[in-house]
């Protein structure tokens, strides 16, 4: 008990340290003070709105800012669509599953926010992105937390750039560790922006190989819970609809909390990359003190969405602000 005392201790340390640390010159919590004072108002209506018309909001927007953020940094480029002349992020395989409500709910926000003559086209989608992404984990009972803004839109979106860029389903330690490392994310930062699993959802085919195809000599993985693989057999037999959509949180999956780590330590995540976090013993002390403690969980995942958010940031030199969130 002493022990993961510690460790509580520990994580929450590092957790409210990285805020010391010096963030990208151009991002401020007052970025638009002068041009758009209101923003941050502003989008929180337009994302509660679209929240109260499906939940599907929170998840498809959370992943929204994250497929973004891996691939060529937090520039809106995921939003772009792609032309004849183009084959944007968004139409990248890994990208096809990226749920149509989180693209709706930025487009509705910046709809919202132009609305206003005197924001209109001063906020980048980059930003109603970062704040959108905010207000959906506040609205599914997550924290709050204060977003940096004055991030410019990217010029580039081609679905080259996504090739090896974003965590698949079946990643071992090793392999997530390095893909977080190459955006300066750090181990412990990785397993809190996991939490995000919380609410978020897979279709079958994602971990089907689990409990139909593990090995010749188990068809189920033997890390995963046999009750809870006999309830996704259930809701995914073989052949079954590959639009059929599971949550990944099986206990409270319409509530941002910690039960996602208490799911792991009961062999109840649905990917081999969740359940590696526990199964690990480099990562399995980490999953234990979130499982713990809310407040911990809370703290870390609050200070890692900060450090996601300052990855790849483009300026007035690299981007501009779009007119039109899918348009470059």
């Given at each position: ?165 974003l965590p698949e389903p079946g990643f071992n330690l090793n392999q997530l560790n390095s893909l977080f490392a190459a955006n300066g994310l750090t ?127 483009k300026n007035a030199h690299n981007g501009n602000i779009r007119t039109d969130c899918s348009v470059i």
């Amino acid at each position: 008990m002493a022990q993961l005392n510690l460790i509580l201790v520990y994580l929450l340390f590092l957790s409210l340290s990285l805020f010391s640390c010096p963030t990208s010159a151009q991002l401020s919590h007052h970025h638009y003070a002068q041009t758009c004072p209101n923003v941050e108002k502003i989008v929180r209506e337009a994302v509660k709105k679209k929240f109260h018309q499906t939940f599907v909001t929170v998840p498809a927007t959370l992943r929204l800012f994250f497929h973004d953020c891996f691939v060529q940094g937090c520039d809106a480029s995921v939003l772009v669509a792609s032309t004849k002349q183009n084959k944007a992020e968004r139409d990248h395989p890994d990208n096809l599953s990226l749920a149509g409500d989180g693209f709706d709910t930025v487009n509705k926000a910046k709809e919202a926010v132009d609305a206003v003559p005197l924001c209109r086209n001063k906020v980048s989608c980059a930003d109603i992105l970062a704040m959108a992404t905010r207000d959906v984990v506040v609205l599914a009972g997550g924290p709050y937390y204060e977003v940096e803004l004055g991030r410019y839109d990217g010029l580039r979106s081609k679905d080259s750039d996504v090739n090896g860029r974003l965590p698949e389903p079946g990643f071992n330690l090793n392999q997530l560790n390095s893909l977080f490392a190459a955006n300066g994310l750090t181990q412990t930062e990785m397993i809190a922006l996991s939490g995000a699993h919380t609410v978020g959802f897979s279709h079958c085919s994602k971990f089907s190989q689990r409990i139909y195809n593990f090995k010749s000599k188990s068809q189920v993985d033997p890390t995963m819970n046999r009750q809870y693989a006999t309830e996704l057999k259930s809701q995914c037999p073989r052949n079954v609809d590959p639009r059929i959509a599971i949550n990944m949180d099986p206990t409270t999956p319409k509530a941002f909390d910690n039960v996602y780590f208490q799911n792991l330590q009961k062999g109840k995540g649905l990917f081999t990359s969740d359940q590696v976090l526990f199964m690990d013993s480099r990562s399995k002390a980490a999953v234990n003190a979130f499982a713990s403690s809310s407040k911990t969980f809370r703290a870390n995942f609050v200070a890692a969405m900060t450090k996601l958010g300052r990855v790849g940031v483009k300026n007035a030199h690299n981007g501009n602000i779009r007119t039109d969130c899918s348009v470059i």
